[in-house]
């Protein structure tokens, strides 16, 4: 019986040589100031349909470098740089933060005397924060208007601290007995608010 013809040898199928996909170059780091107005959420995202940084930020890739919260106004910084938001964002670079507050009562010199040594939160001390009073700055009506007590005074206080507690100035000036009635951030170290009206948004140097 006549055997079947062996089958030819066969090479095996050359393999592709392995195709080099080019990195993409790192993102050039972008530092945004925006002016964040009251009652939005510094996040971009929110599934109750309220006003978030997406609404005034149309810059792909950034994310906030610290927080402030719905309820405050003012200076927020945004970046697509990790490292820049950490040395922003995190408490143990001591980068001083600017507040404008607005307080109920009139401050005696023995209340800004309690924030300048450090005030006792039910978190523990705060470290001394710069305390000063302040003429009513020129600033945007704040939409709703803040509700004032007729029979009660305010007044302006310019606090710096070098913390980032949740709520810390709020609870710092409750604590020593003025309660605050407006809280806007001016500054967080060399960055300034000045020129930006709420919602407005300026791209600046990321040198810190």
Sequence with gaps: MPRPPRPA???????PAPRRVAKAPPAQPKLILLNK???VLTQFNDSDGRATLKD???????????RLDRDSEGLLLLTNDGRLQARIADPKHKLPKTYWVQVE?????????????????NDGPTL??????????????????????????TAWLEL????????????MTAAVGLPTLRLVRVRIGPWQLEGLQPGQWREVSPEL
Aim: hydrophobic share 30%; no cysteine; charged share 35%.
């Design 9 to 15: 040898n066969r090479r095996p199928a050359a393999r």
């Design 37 to 39: 107005p009251f009652d």
């Design 56 to 66: 005034f930020v149309d810059v792909p890739g950034v994310y906030p470098a610290g």
């Design 105 to 121: 009562g009139e401050p005696s010199d023995e209340q800004l005397d309690q924030l300048r040594k450090g005030v006792q939160l």
């Design 128 to 153: 001394p924060a710069e305390a000063r009073r302040l003429a009513e700055p020129q600033l945007w009506e704040r939409d709703p208007p803040v509700r004032f007590r007729k029979s009660v005074p």
């Design 160 to 171: 710096v601290i070098r913390e980032g507690r949740n709520r810390q100035v709020r609870r």
